[in-house]
């Protein structure tokens, strides 16, 4: 999505000239042309996301619409208090851009992963979390957030390849079913449409994009209550993650019991770094461990 992500606020300038954009020295051959077209409104801010953040609220107060660009874990967790306590709670429009959200950055390992971002996040006062699924959904996302006078939070990863995916929106339906429901959240969700025929065509397939959300859709609910049988799928950790989320949201509004199987991260179970679907597998949410779970369930 980093290349989407590059054309897409390059475009965006023409149209806002307030934006500015900055990132935590990070973007070789993936942000010249953005550097070129924001010319005085590109900003290097080195290997200092506390700072940045802080600029960047700053300019936010002065009337700009800042970007905050880096590596998932090193514009969110890093600068969490400045994020709080200079963005958040005073309100200010600033854009955190965090490439490589959960597993990304694959063998790199636990310092650039972040499989908390959603959590941390959607629970800081005024924000709201943007998780494209698919490469044009970055550009859509994009206009939704410069169009937010709230803060926001982009989650960067690799789009999806998904065939005839509704334009982006906090839900939408990606295919119908009547063996069961998935939710899920972020490119990971390819992984469910890319099981055999066989499981898939039973599934009823959803997805979330846009965090925190106060209602679920009537049609969604009706049919979790109808057959019975929920599977989330996130590549986040469980604790405070989607999953929890929709289960909290459904206890007023189940009028049958079902069976609720909820994919999540669970970190390095075997201690060892591999590629981003190495991680996927090893977590449940991906390979063969993945379809054997969604055709048990579903049996």
């Keep these: 999505m980093r290349v989407e992500f590059a054309q897409a606020v390059i475009e965006l300038k023409d149209k806002h000239p307030n934006l500015v954009f900055m990132t935590g020295d990070l973007g070789y051959m993936a942000l010249e042309k953005v550097q070129e077209r924001y010319g005085e409104h590109f900003i290097n801010a080195g290997v200092a996301e506390q700072n940045m953040v802080t600029v960047a609220a700053s300019l936010a107060h002065e009337g700009f619409v800042p970007f905050a660009y880096s590596i998932s874990p090193f514009v969110t967790l890093r600068p969490y208090e400045q994020i709080r306590t200079d963005v958040c709670l005073h309100d200010l429009p600033v854009k955190i851009v965090g490439n490589g959200g959960g597993y990304g950055y694959g063998i790199m390992g636990a310092t650039h992963h972040n499989i908390e971002d959603i959590a941390i996040m959607r629970v800081l006062p005024n924000m709201r979390v943007y998780v494209p699924l698919t490469g044009p959904d970055v550009a859509e996302a994009l206009d939704a957030m ?154």
């Excluded at 990971?188 to 065509?201: F, K, Q, Y």
């Excluded at 057959?227 to 049958?256: D, P, R, Y």
Aim: charged fraction near 20%; charge should be negative; aromatic fraction near 8%.
């Design 146 to 299: 410069v169009a937010d006078p709230h803060p926001n939070y982009l989650r960067l990863n690799m789009g999806a390849r998904i065939a005839d995916v509704p334009p982006f929106a906090q839900w939408r339906k990606i295919k119908s079913g009547d063996k069961g429901v998935v939710i899920g959240t972020g490119p990971v969700l390819e992984n469910i449409t890319s099981l055999p025929a066989e499981v898939v065509d039973g599934l009823e397939i959803w997805a979330l994009s846009i965090f925190p959300f106060a209602e679920m859709p009537a049609e969604l609910v009706a049919k979790i209550n109808s057959t019975g049988k929920l599977i989330t799928i996130e590549e986040h950790q469980g604790q405070c993650g989607m999953h929890e989320a929709l289960a909290s949201q459904l206890l007023g509004q189940l009028t049958n019991p079902i069976s609720f199987k909820p994919l999540y991260a669970s970190g390095y179970p075997s201690g060892r770094y591999g590629d981003q679907k190495w991680h996927q597998a090893e977590n449940g949410l991906g390979g063969e461990g993945l379809h054997r779970t969604v055709k048990d369930f579903l049996s």
